[in-house]
């Protein structure tokens, strides 16, 4: 059984939802949480309330940028060479665009 912790409104997190996914779909959601930098529970929770996610740079978010970048390289190659685009890297794309444009400062870490 997992500990009961608070929200940022002081709201205990008592309540458990369970739910149900391909591996496909859990491939995705992993990106896209690795992405944000939040934790996966945070994540769904703004998915599903319909709240902003804000991404705070950092190097471990520019790291999964770059390695995210890599693999939408080699996807973009893949098509490229005649085969079909998937909605999950066009998905993909979209949050990488999202997360580029939202970023308020230029920071320089090195990766």
Avoid: H
């Amino acid at each position: 059984m997992s500990l009961k912790n608070l929200d940022c409104n002081g709201r205990w997190r008592n309540k458990t939802i369970a739910f149900r996914m391909s591996p496909e779909e859990d491939k995705q959601l992993e990106k896209e949480v690795k992405l944000t930098g939040l934790t996966k529970q945070d994540y769904i929770i703004r998915r599903l309330l319909c709240k902003d996610i804000v991404v705070q740079g950092n190097p471990r978010i520019y790291k999964a940028l770059k390695n995210q970048f890599a693999e939408v390289l080699d996807e973009l190659k893949r098509i490229e060479a005649g085969q079909n685009v998937n909605d999950e890297l066009l998905d993909i794309i979209q949050l990488i665009a999202n997360i580029m444009n939202g970023m308020q400062e230029e920071t320089n870490y090195d990766i």
